[in-house]
């Protein structure tokens, strides 16, 4: 399997693999129970109550349908495989979707002992953002979503060629550089009754700036009030704070309050699996029998989309969540490299104070995750890279992973001669 030169990701898969052997025979034994469920009392009907059972797949169901039967006897001569275990089902590995439902959610999340999460694995967080999307452009009544401005800039494109229709809502205030809360409460107040709302986990791209949870409180009530269903992109959950609980706790705020909601989750960045696609799709619904419902029409969303996905990083998510030394020897790399990059901030507003560096730089260190989105304008940044050859997208966010204490002085220099030099 992994012949030729071995690079590192090669070497950490190897390393893996012995916790992967015998992966199956522990799997069985650490799943998370589900409890019989009544349904939750909530005061209004699921939004999903009218979404039909779809059908099992012609061909992949024919594998479901056998992996259930019990019979010693039974033959599988469905699948065009070699090996039946070849192909995962359309929804991804079972173990990978309870354990990433737990890892947002919580482990004691009501929600996923009602029965009433539907988790699907998906093509990391942009694949779970664009089967999300596509399944309420084909069963929500409302076809219109609002994102943040700014926001990843990716988001528009994938909500878009889903069948939604994008719109902005105020994020982010240039001025003060924080967060534009009154913009942000009365935009998602004249929203139509029913728009979805897509919402930063935490660490939000570009800005780094982060409602407080007193200010997510607010928005909670007023999405609930105005019946508006939020769609959380969780693509940093422990990169904010270096905790997987708190990053999560715009998530489970608003599943606690019984409601529905969407969350995409991505094991690029805190898992380090960029090039594996990993990533999950969560619906919370209100009750069990909706949320499987909704499960058969998200596969007829993914299965002509790319059938279903690939296994090698899905059992490394599950082979690590569920192995509580794995577990907790991740807990703190991710602490770690929360840790170092709040260093860099500190190192790089440090290196502009001595340099005397005309501006307030103190954004540096208050925004939050990966990214520091430095106020530098697009011709400040082409100078930057014309004449230090540093390289940054053009609205001034600077990737704080990518910086070290070797090269925090050069970027000082480069970001000092710009604002003095380019106006
Ligand atoms: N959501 C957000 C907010 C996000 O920043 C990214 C990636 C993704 C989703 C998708 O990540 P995936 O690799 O599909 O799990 N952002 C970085 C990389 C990229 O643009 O693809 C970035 O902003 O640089």
């Keep these: 399997m992994h012949s030729g030169v071995a690079s590192p990701a090669d070497r950490r898969l190897s390393a893996l693999i012995r916790h992967l052997e015998g992966a199956s025979n522990a799997m069985d034994s650490d799943t998370i129970t589900a409890s019989p469920t009544s349904g939750f009392p909530g005061a209004r009907n699921s939004v999903f109550e009218h979404v039909v059972r779809a059908p099992e797949d012609p061909i992949l169901g024919v594998t479901v349908a056998y992996n259930k039967d019990s019979s010693p006897l039974k033959l599988n ?9 070849e192909y995962l089902p359309i929804v991804g590995l079972a173990d990978f979707n309870k354990l990433s439902a737990k890892l947002i959610l919580g482990a004691d999340s009501p929600a996923i002992q009602e029965n009433r999460v539907t ?120 990169f904010a704070s270096g905790n997987l609980d708190a990053d999560a706790h715009s998530v489970r705020l608003f599943v606690a309050d019984g409601g529905e909601c969407f969350v995409a989750q991505s094991y690029a960045k805190n898992m380090g699996l960029y090039g594996e696609r990993v990533g999950a799709l969560s619906i919370v619904c209100k009750s069990a029998d909706v949320a499987s419902r909704v499960e058969s029409q998200l596969k007829l969303v993914i299965r002509p989309m790319y059938s279903n996905p690939p296994i090698h990083g899905a059992s490394i998510v599950a082979t690590i969540l569920k192995d509580r030394n794995m577990f907790q020897e991740w807990t703190i790399e991710l602490k770690a490299m929360a840790d170092r990059i709040i ?81």
């Design 77 to 85: 001569l469905g699948v065009g495989a070699y090996r039946t275990e």
């Design 119 to 238: 988790t699907v694995q998906c093509l990391s967080g942009t694949g779970s953002l664009r089967v999300g999307g596509e399944f309420l452009a084909r069963h929500y009544h409302q076809r219109t979503i609002y994102i943040p401005l700014p926001t990843w800039g990716n988001h528009p494109k994938v909500f878009t060629i889903a069948g939604l229709s994008v719109k902005t809502y105020c994020y982010y205030d240039p001025v003060t550089r924080g967060l534009n809360f009154q913009g942000l409460l009365e935009d998602l107040g004249s929203a139509p009754s029913g728009a979805i709302v897509l919402l930063h986990a935490c660490a939000h791209n570009p800005t780094g700036v982060d409602p407080t949870p007193q200010q997510w409180e607010q928005i909670r009530q007023l999405i609930r009030s105005k019946a508006l269903l939020p769609f959380f992109d969780s693509a940093y959950q422990g």
């Design 343 to 423: 260093n860099m901030r500190q190192q790089l507003f440090d290196a502009l104070r001595t340099r005397g560096t005309p501006g307030d730089w103190s954004h540096i260190i208050k925004q939050i995750g990966m990214f520091t989105f430095t106020g530098l304008n697009s011709e400040q940044v082409a100078f930057i890279t014309k004449e230090y050859h540093i390289y940054m997208t053009s609205d001034g966010r600077i990737s704080m992973a990518g910086l070290s204490s070797r090269t925090v002085p050069h970027l000082a220099d480069a970001i000092h001669a710009a604002v003095t030099r380019v106006v």
